[in-house]
């Protein structure tokens, strides 16, 4: 996975989604890989539904940074029981 990104900007048009039918809303976190900063945490997502842009906490410099994306499953009726969740390798893209 690539999220691209301009020099010096914030704003990321990027799709993270939660696939129709699901159980569970889908939470996503947005880290660098090597510090571990959270860039981006998205609020639970229902089943079907996605976001389609959002703005990262901090502005990059041009070049390509390894970030890890996050994603938590939680229950649909009571937020506070978080299921099995994933990591998704993937990439930053900053462009000039």
């Known amino acids: 996975s690539i999220i691209n990104v301009q020099e010096n900007a914030t704003h990321v048009e990027a799709t993270l989604f939660n696939p ?15 510090t571990g900063e959270a860039l981006y945490t998205s609020g639970l997502i229902e089943p079907g539904k996605a976001v389609t842009e959002f703005d990262l906490d901090k502005k990059f410099q041009a070049g390509t940074y390894p970030v890890d994306i996050i994603v938590e499953t939680i229950d649909l009726k009571d937020p506070e029981i978080i299921y099995n969740g994933g990591t998704i390798d993937a990439q930053l893209n900053v462009t000039k």
């Open 20 to 34: 129709e039918g699901n159980g569970c809303y889908f939470k996503y976190t947005v880290k660098l890989k090597d």
